[in-house]
């Protein structure tokens, strides 16, 4: 007789039960869910199952395969490609992981970190005559934009070869007039690049041709100016220069200027992919130690997706942007190197709130002509609008036009060196907020901006180079300025334009056109400066005809934009001008103060407990500007006694802080 089990005890079975069993799930599918996906393409082969693919000796081959698996990954897989290897196409993520159990896609094994390429290389070469040869690109696309010889990124070919012609008149945003262009060649099917203001370049196609009248497709809805410049690019008759090129693209052909010189003597690739990594919809994808290159496009182009992350990667050779962001929150970029983007090397629209960008290196940015994109905001190293964003910590050189432009609640640029930006367009920053959407809480804090340059080329030039280090531009509100250190700009160090609430605090401004710019115009005449603070500034004016305080309005009301104290001037020459007024300015009763110091004290009421350094150096090579953009402390190698304002310092002994500068006078 067999005793049936007790109420109590099948109830206790049943509890332990499904106990039992979900720590049975839970094994099961952990292990399922950190498999690791290996890819050679020496070693590799795309006939293999899963599970092989599993085993580092035998490895699937080709981007194609892990396309077509990747929507069976699971979260906490890894992808990863053999260190020292080219993989050529374009990742699709088609999958998500989660918060402790990411999608990586990273690296195995020794030497260089693997390169996901756009890049095809190009050969047989067939010579067109006049120095010009032609390879067959079948896989070229019909907006390529990258083309590179022996590991040089080349221009399309453009007629002039450098500078701008000018343009003498326009009819809307149709066509322009040259009076000195000639019949022909008829440039009609050709792109023509138009300079129509400091800032904007655009690109349109010609559509026909009369005289020296060129009609193109409008593009954006930017005019032209009068008296600025143009030139013609993306057309065979451009090629006179070693390296132009231009695409056949109805032939898939490309046509490259040579010259004398032998084209099967060099390395010659053509970008073959819009895209190298494309994230669309997904979350919690993570990207680590890959290289990228030539991608025609982005990139990296994340859409409508959640916490990816891009870290300890390079991206070079980037035909528009290295990384796009859409509508993707929490998007972090991080120690990694992006170099040669032909538009912008960041970009993320304000939909990609609590970005992070950190700890990068971007170079050479926007620095061709005519091979950005046209209208505002291009040529730019980073460009952040999503709320609660940080930018820290990036190194910034050599940038066609702004280094940072961020907006959004609550986002912070941060520690960042920024140095020769706006080297295609000016009037422009290294630091660049302008508040279309108004925002709340934006800190630009312990940054070293040094050496804007700015383009003369193109542009009427009865006006100087506009180019200033922080630039907060109209209807900006609420931007705390601190600790920055900015140096060698040729307009202004910090300039306020029609903004307000701004407080401007322990910044280190030194050998600028102007020192600090305050301008409120008609431009922007419902957004003037007020609840403006500046204090314990130092304003530093190494060169003649330079000023440390400026202060320009289309009212008499220099008096009322808010309170400077405690500041430091200095003025290297004998010239006794600390602040220029204007007032009334583009008015018949415009008025220019030059001020000293005192007298500015005693006219406005301002800077009462500023100090003026009395010590004037007459050899300007007595004036050493250091600064340390580091994490770390930092000795600054000079030897022997300086001032430095109010304080005699031993410099042999002087640490410079993280982040910080010091101006010291040898006297």
């Known amino acids: ?49 899963s599970d092989q693919a599993q085993n580092p000796k035998t490895p699937w081959r080709t981007i194609a395969r892990l396309n077509s698996f990747f929507s069976s990954l699971k979260a906490g897989d890894s992808v990863l490609f053999n260190r020292g290897e080219i993989f050529h196409g374009a990742i699709n993520a088609k999958k998500s992981g989660t918060p402790s159990l990411p999608i990586v896609l990273s690296c195995y094994g020794t030497g260089d ?15 067109l005559g006049g120095g010009i040869y032609e390879s067959a690109c079948p896989s070229c696309t019909i907006t390529d934009k990258v083309l590179i010889i022996n590991g040089g990124l080349q221009a399309l070919g453009r007629y002039p070869n450098k500078g701008y012609l000018t343009y003498q008149s326009h009819n809307g945003n149709h066509s322009i007039s040259d009076k000195g262009l000639p019949d022909l060649p008829n440039w009609a099917g050709a792109d023509i690049v138009i300079k129509k203001k400091h800032w904007i370049i655009d690109r349109s196609n010609i559509v026909s041709q009369t005289g020296g009248t060129l009609n193109y497709a409008s593009g954006t809805s930017s005019t032209p100016t009068d008296h600025y410049g143009y030139f013609i690019e993306n057309d065979p008759r451009t090629l006179d220069q070693f390296g132009e090129w231009y695409l056949d693209s109805s032939a898939k052909k490309m046509q490259v200027f040579f010259g004398a010189k032998n084209p099967g003597s060099y390395s010659v690739n053509a970008s073959t992919e819009n895209v190298l990594a494309n994230v669309n919809g997904q979350s919690f994808v993570h990207f680590d130690h890959l290289s990228f290159e030539g991608a025609n496009i982005s990139t990296f ?33 991080e120690n990694s190197s992006i170099n040669h983007s032909q538009n912008d090397a960041i970009t993320l629209d304000s939909s990609c709130r609590s970005a992070l960008i950190r ?28 709320e609660n964003s940080m930018i820290e910590l990036n190194e910034i050189d050599s940038t066609g036009y702004v280094g940072i432009y961020f907006g959004g609640n609550g986002t912070t640029a941060k520690n960042n060196l920024i140095q020769y930006f706006c080297t295609v367009k000016d009037d422009g ?7 279309w959407f108004p925002s709340t809480g934006k800190k630009i804090i312990g940054n070293i901006i040094l050496n804007g340059v700015g383009s003369l080329e193109g542009i009427n030039t009865k006006f100087p180079i506009q180019v200033e280090g922080i ?56 957004s003037p400066i007020k609840n403006l603070s500046a204090s314990r500034n ?109 304080k005699m310092i031993n410099s042999n002994g002087l640490i410079l802080q993280p982040y910080s500068s010091v101006i010291l006078l040898n006297d």
């Open 359 to 386: 700890n990068n290196h971007i170079r050479n940015t926007g620095l061709m002509p005519g091979m950005g994109k046209s209208g505002t905001g291009s040529y730019q190293a980073i460009s952040a609008f999503g």
């Open 301 to 333: 182009r994340v859409i409508n997706s959640k916490n990816i992350t891009v870290q300890n990667c390079s991206i070079d050779f980037s035909g528009t942007d290295a990384i796009y962001g859409s509508a993707s929150p929490n998007l972090s970029i």
């Open 471 to 526: 630039y907060i531009d109209d209807n900006t509100a609420d931007v705390t300025i601190q600790a920055n250190s900015v140096a060698n700009c040729p307009h202004a160090g910090i300039m306020i334009h029609n903004a307000h609430n701004i407080k401007i605090e322990g910044n280190t401004l030194f050998n600028n056109g102007i020192q600090l710019l305050l301008q409120h115009d008609n431009l922007w005449p419902n």
């Open 429 to 435: 920053a290294g630091i660049y907020v302008g508040d």
């Open 113 to 127: 970190n693997p390169v996901i390429s756009a890049l095809a290389a190009l050969s047989a070469w067939a010579p």
């Open 538 to 646: 130092i304003f530093f004016c190494k060169a003649a005809g330079q000023i440390c305080l400026s202060i320009l309005s289309p009212n008499d009301d220099t008096g009322s934009f808010g309170i400077l104290d405690s500041n430091y001037y200095y003025r290297s020459t004998n010239v006794d001008i600390a602040v220029q007024t204007m007032t009334n300015i583009w008015t018949s009763k415009s008025m220019t103060k030059n001020l000293s110091l005192p007298e500015w004290q005693a006219a406005y009421n301002q800077d009462l407990n500023s100090k003026e350094l009395p010590i004037k150096v007459a050899n300007t090579a007595n004036i050493h500007f250091e600064y340390n953009a580091s994490v770390i402390n930092k000795a600054t190698p000079l030897k022997g006694y300086y001032i430095h304002f109010d």
């Open 1 to 49: 007789m067999i005793n049936k089990p007790s109420v109590f005890l099948c109830a206790l079975v049943k509890k332990y039960r499904v106990f039992f069993l979900s720590v049975i799930f839970l094994f099961s599918n952990s292990g399922a869910r950190a498999n690791n996906y290996y890819f050679s393409t020496s070693k590799g082969d795309d006939s293999r199952n």
